[in-house]
């Protein structure tokens, strides 16, 4: 793997109530976000069984994305505020829209994710694809993303508005 290094061996996931089933889809190696059957309104990370849209907590639906989208904002971390990041700085922590998963208003799904690549060459609108990093000995996964060959010419890169002086 070649972006930023996490020492998953500093950190112990323990799933709670609200977060065990997002985590076994991960060994199966889907990335799913959680959808609220009244509303179809999307959430990830999935924190809380409730919708926060309508306040539907009886019946929501897991769908699965394929792993691609565009980075819709991102920053740069360069404090490891936990050791495992240590060795991880300076990253590049996105927002990322997901190509295939839109709420019930028609927006995208958003998530969080890291980047492989620097802020040199991530932009927003950047094309990114997902793949899997295993973290834990029982085959739990956490979702990573990296640049797709494919890259639209409009992104807006930070050393772009940073050099017009
Ligand atoms: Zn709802």
């Known amino acids: 793997m070649a972006g930023p290094k996490i020492d998953w061996s500093k950190f112990s996931i323990v799933p709670d109530y609200d977060s065990q089933d997002w985590w076994e889809f991960t060994k199966e190696g889907k990335l799913m976000a959680r959808f609220c059957d009244d509303c179809n309104h999307a959430w990830w990370p999935p924190s809380s069984i409730g919708c926060s849209s309508c306040g539907n907590f009886e019946t929501t639906t897991w769908k699965e994305s394929k792993g691609s989208g565009t ?95």
């Open 71 to 165: 980075v819709h904002s991102f920053i740069v971390v360069t404090q490891p505020i936990l050791g495992a990041f240590v060795e991880a700085v300076p990253y590049v922590a996105a927002i990322i829209e997901l190509d295939d998963l839109q709420h019930g208003n028609g927006t995208p799904v958003m998530l969080q994710g890291i980047v492989d690549e620097s802020e040199e060459q991530v932009g927003i609108g950047s094309r990114l694809d997902m793949y899997w990093e295993t973290v834990s000995d029982d085959g739990k996964q956490n979702p990573r993303w990296k640049l797709s060959s494919n890259q639209p010419s409009d992104i807006w890169l930070w050393r772009d508005t940073a050099s017009e002086g």
